[in-house]
């Protein structure tokens, strides 16, 4: 019985983790995201032609949509302003 029960639980526990970690990401990545762009400096937003107050204010409203754009988009384009040393490409 018991041996049936965790043949059983196999997948479905997997299913588990893997939703459970989907949704940690889900919020944890807008509160990075903020705390991101908040700590880089406003010049380096001007460069790019974005303005810092609302990609600061843009993830807590849009949440993981937003924070998502912003380290697919604007965060590389701001890496290479504010750190240029860092740019790797």
Avoid: C
């Amino acid at each position: 019985m018991l041996a049936a029960l965790s043949q059983s639980t196999g997948a479905s526990g997997f299913l588990i983790v893997a939703f459970v970690f989907l949704g940690l990401v889900w919020y944890v990545l807008p509160f990075f995201a903020i705390l991101r762009a908040a700590t880089l400096p406003s010049t380096a937003f001007r460069e790019i032609g974005r303005n810092k107050t609302i990609w600061v204010v843009l993830p807590l409203v849009l949440g993981f949509l937003a924070a998502a754009y912003f380290y697919a988009f604007v965060y590389p384009q701001l890496k290479v302003v504010a750190h240029p040393a860092l740019d790797l490409a």
